[in-house]
T-cell receptor, first 113, second 112 residues
Framework: GDSVTQMEGPVTLSEEAFLTINCTYT??????LFWYVQYPGEGLQLLLK???ADDKGSNKGFEATYRKETTSFHLEKGSVQVSDSAVYFC????????????WGAGTKLIIKP | DTAVSQTPKYLVTQMGNDKSIKCEQN?????MYWYKQDSKKFLKIMFS???????INETVPNRFSPKSPDKAHLNLHINSLELGDSAVYFC???????????FGDGTRLSIL
């Protein structure tokens, strides 16, 4: 079945460091890919998305490129801030599955000043 | 003007009790969801309703029963609460096509 695999956390970085959170997927159809972020005490919110191969999603300095050849959608940011500390979820949806989101396990990111 | 609102935010109760969590969305979305998030942040979908009709019903104990009186509301009733039900429950909604999903702030359920 369809699945999403994320790197395990927590990921701990210093402020202004470069961030990569790995995400790979398995899907039978042509999925859309998403990154959601969950700040402490809050619900999840969409960070960025890509709907077809080679698309790049971007928001708030974060980027991810849909790589069909490596079935990956890695999240990157050039210079992280303390306020980026959160849990990041990679997810996919496939039209044939009624657009149900398939979620990764989440990666906790801790940024130290 | 909160988009997806859940009540209560915290729910502390004893094993064996029955409780309900309410969810309302004012985004005009047709689809609503209930998720369970465990202590390791793992997110599991429980139910999904589209325009008051159940479309996703994952393997969830029969003690959990969703109710959608109209497309803006999706409530979750839980009977005979067990220790393993302790978690954060999130309500979400989405437009046609399923994306993006908008989440409420969650209800933290603690079973004593």
């Amino acid at each position: 079945g369809d699945s999403v695999t994320q790197m395990e956390g927590p990921v701990t970085l210093s402020e202004e460091a470069f961030l990569t959170i790995n995400c790979t997927y398995t899907a039978t159809g042509y999925p859309s890919l998403f990154w959601y972020v969950q700040y402490p005490g809050e619900g999840l919110q969409l960070l960025l998305k890509a709907t077809k191969a080679d698309d790049k999603g971007s928001n708030k300095g974060f980027e991810a490129t849909y790589r069909k050849e490596t079935t990956s959608f890695h999240l990157e940011k050039g210079s992280v801030q303390v306020s980026d500390s959160a849990v990041y979820f990679c997810a996919l949806s496939v039209r044939d599955s009624n657009y149900q989101l398939i979620w990764g396990a989440g990666t906790k990111l801790i940024i130290k000043p | 003007d909160t988009a997806v609102s859940q009540t209560p935010k915290y729910l502390v109760t004893q094993m064996g009790n029955d409780k309900s969590i309410k969810c309302e969305q004012n985004l005009g979305h047709d689809t609503m969801y209930w998720y369970k998030q465990d202590s390791k942040k793992f997110l599991k979908i429980m139910f999904s309703y589209n325009n008051k009709e159940l479309i996703i019903n994952e393997t969830v104990p029969n003690r959990f029963s969703p109710k959608s009186p109209d497309k803006a509301h999706l409530n979750l009733h839980i009977n005979s609460l067990e220790l393993g039900d302790s978690a954060v429950y999130f309500c979400a909604s989405s437009p046609v096509g399923g994306q993006p999903q908008h989440f409420g702030d969650g209800t933290r359920l603690s079973i004593l």
